[in-house]
């Protein structure tokens, strides 16, 4: 009875580690997403995973586990290309992750015209 304990025991920390190093590295490092819609087509199909490098850009309140950044803001920020597959939340629907390729850049008028995309600063 006692081994089986022990080993219970065992087990449960043993869990318990594996998720708190599972959770440094999504909070930091690396968190998988899955493309939601067909919008990324055709490089990037629905049901498509990808990693998402978390330090690129920075860190936000959403970069942690539901929300509870110790700061406000951004730290370490640093500004997307165009071209950058990003994953972003709109405010407001902060349970829905966008996954799409940044075409526009802050100032710049983005224009579509038959399926086209004009840029004009």
């Known amino acids: 009875m006692k081994k089986l304990k022990s080993s219970f025991v065992n087990n449960i920390k043993a869990l318990l580690w594996a998720l708190l190093i599972a959770g440094v590295i999504r909070t930091f490092a690396i968190e998988p997403f899955k493309i939601p819609s067909g919008s990324m087509k055709?490089?990037?199909l629905v049901g498509d995973f990808l990693f998402v490098s978390k330090w690129d850009y920075g860190y936000s309140r959403y970069s942690f586990p539901f929300g509870l950044a110790p700061f406000s803001g951004k730290i370490l920020e640093k500004n997307p290309s165009r071209?950058?597959?990003?994953?972003f939340k709109l405010p407001?629907?902060?349970n829905i992750n966008y996954v799409k390729r940044l075409v526009g850049l802050?100032?710049?008028t983005i224009k579509v015209v038959d399926g086209?995309?004009?840029?004009?600063n």
């Open 116 to 120: 086209l995309i004009y840029v004009k």
């Open 42 to 44: 055709p490089n990037l």
């Open 92 to 94: 407001g629907q902060e």
């Open 106 to 108: 802050p100032g710049e």
């Open 83 to 87: 071209g950058d597959i990003i994953v």
